[in-house]
């Protein structure tokens, strides 16, 4: 149902038949046609002919007839296909019937571990955690719709030296106090108290030293104050969740706490291969090919003198529980790009340990900055981090107030969906529509507007078209051929069967933007064909298929978004 991957397959049959072996027809869409291929061009050097008579005889060996409706040779040897509408119905029509949108389940299915959000205990989800947990949530909704078995690994900080300090103050306060702080969900201000406390106060600095030894040395007491600071700020954390719209459930946090007692054995493994060396102040492991300025090896920090153990120790261990245990064969580390060099060193070291080895690839899914209007790091005005749930309320308050505007007969309680749908949904889409590398400006208000590259616009996209079937008053479609006609109706055709092309490409690259930008291009065609062909006011025949063709064109939009997480309502 891949058309393109059919029209690849017809022509890598004749270029190997021309040139005596495998060939790659490289086809794709063009603006001279509907696809092109310019195989013909690399394979001329390699044959010593002329590329435009390598692509002729391609042609002539090629079975294309059922699928195109012209073919040429163009230029130096480019070979042009346009795709015959009849083909182009038989796609759709199967498209149509498919729950899958044709879209076939990951013939090699994999266990994927999302390591991604990773918010601190005791402290608030901030704005700097929106890229990690929404570039994550669309990651696991996409691979687990090709059938991929998903693990979400949401890796918090829930251990280490801040701890004596938090347990301390929690003492200080009372259990009940503190319990009621935390529940109000102010973790920022419980967290700055400790730290003000800690900073000025000699004797609470070192009761919040030997608090950390009973903590690491597993004292019951402690520990139990220690699991009231998590789960208060679990609790927390799941409302900001529930509010943003993501997968991520109680059930998924995996903190750092996890691999305790798995760095003892680690460190022991590592000396055993001969890769732990003593630096002097840490035991360290050093892998090949990574160097500082002054050009001496970078280590990862292992065990620390006082015993202590590095960070770089938890992510070997997970590495290593997620490979031998979990038995997975894809890690994804969704953290910003500044890190790209601890996780490539890590990943290095996983590879002479054996615990990263084929087939179990690691990749660092590393992303930009949210900006601000100067240009710079995103903050609040008085130059702190925003909180998350702040940020996702104002949202949600400027789409209703548009709502309001755009469409007052909605009662409040429609109101109050659709701005939560809107509001929420632009904040994702501003983001995962941005190729993830790269830094993006936050803008009201061109995230919330309803022309352009935005969720609204693809949101009204598709309350419009869900609009046509209730003016026509009908509840569901049958199954309808659809027929191919008008050159508006081929465009749209021609969008709709390059979706599972969009989406079998994004599960290798895991670059977002590229299925938004494919979703907006999707809903402009359609705007481009609602407004050239009529669809209840045409004929019997062509009126039911294009009313099919509406309704796929609804359902590809749905998907789509849903797999950036993003809700669509059904009126706007």
């Not at 291969?273 to 630096?279: C, E, P, Y």
Request: aromatic fraction near 6%; include cysteine; hydrophobic fraction near 45%.
């Amino acid at each position: 149902m891949d058309l393109e991957k059919l029209l690849a397959g017809r022509l890598a049959q004749a270029f190997e038949a021309v040139a005596g072996g495998p060939v790659d027809p490289v086809v794709r869409r063009s603006q001279h046609a509907d696809y092109q291929s310019d195989a013909a061009l690399s394979l001329a050097r390699r044959l010593g002919r002329p590329p435009r008579d390598i692509a002729t005889e391609v042609l002539g060996q090629a079975e294309l007839t059922d699928l195109c409706a012209a073919v040429e040779v163009s230029g130096p040897g480019f070979i042009n296909l346009t795709v015959a509408d009849p083909a182009l119905g038989t796609l759709l029509s199967r498209m149509a019937t498919d729950t899958r949108l044709g879209v076939a389940v990951s013939a090699a299915a994999q266990t994927v571990v999302i390591d991604y959000s990773a918010p601190n205990v005791a402290k608030e989800v901030h704005v700097g955690h929106l890229r990690s947990t929404l570039i994550g949530d669309a990651a696991v909704r996409l691979l687990e719709w090709l059938g991929h078995r998903v693990i979400k690994a949401n890796h918090l900080g829930d251990w280490g030296t801040p701890f004596g300090m938090l347990i301390e103050h929690l003492l200080d306060l009372g259990e009940s106090e503190a319990a009621h702080e935390l529940s109000l969900g102010d973790l920022d201000s419980f967290y700055k108290a400790a730290r003000v406390k800690f900073d000025a106060d000699g004797t609470f600095k070192e009761r919040s030293r030997r608090r950390v030894v009973a903590l690491q040395g597993g004292d019951e007491m402690t520990l139990r104050l220690w699991r009231l600071l998590v789960a208060e700020s679990e609790k927390c954390f799941l409302t900001v969740y529930d509010q943003l719209g993501v997968l991520l459930t109680e059930k998924d946090f995996c903190g750092e706490s996890y691999y305790n007692d798995m760095l003892a054995p680690v460190t022991e493994e590592l000396d055993r291969l001969g890769l732990l060396r003593d630096s002097g102040d840490a035991a360290c492991v050093f892998p090949e090919g990574f160097t500082g300025r002054d050009g001496q090896p970078l280590p990862i920090i292992v065990r620390k003198r006082d015993g202590g153990y590095g960070y770089g120790a938890t992510d070997l261990a997970a590495i290593r529980h997620r490979t031998r245990d979990l038995g997975a064969t894809r890690l994804l580390y969704v953290v910003g790009l500044p890190q790209r060099q601890h996780f490539e060193m890590v990943y290095a070291v996983a590879r002479q340990t054996g615990w990263l080895s084929p087939p179990a690839v690691a990749e660092h899914i590393g992303f930009g900055s949210i900006l601000g209007s100067d240009g710079k790091m995103l903050r609040s005005r008085a130059g702190g981090s925003i909180k998350l749930v702040g940020l996702l309320d104002e949202a949600v308050t400027r789409a209703a107030d548009l709502a309001r505007q755009k469409n007052p007969d909605l009662s409040e309680a429609a109101i109050a969906d659709v701005a939560r749908a809107v509001g929420i949904g632009a904040i994702k889409y501003a983001d995962l529509s941005t190729d993830r590398i790269k830094d993006y400006v936050f803008d009201w208000h061109r995230m919330l507007s309803l022309d352009g590259n935005t969720a609204p616009y693809l949101q009204y996209a598709h309350a419009r078209i869900r609009s046509i079937f209730r003016r026509a008053g009908i509840e569901q479609i049958t199954a309808t051929p659809i027929s191919i006609a008008h050159p508006a109706e081929h465009a749209l055709a021609l969008e709709l069967v390059n979706f599972g092309t969009v989406v079998t490409g994004v599960e290798q690259t895991l670059e977002f933007h590229r299925l938004a930008g494919y979703l907006h291009t999707l809903a402009a065609t359609f705007s481009g064909f609602y407004e050239h062909c009529p669809v209840l006011r045409a004929e019997d025949e062509v009126r039911a298929s294009r009313l099919a063709l509406c309704d796929l064109t609804a359902r590809v939009l749905h998907r789509g978004l849903y797999l950036l997480g993003i809700t669509t309502p059904e009126r706007m």
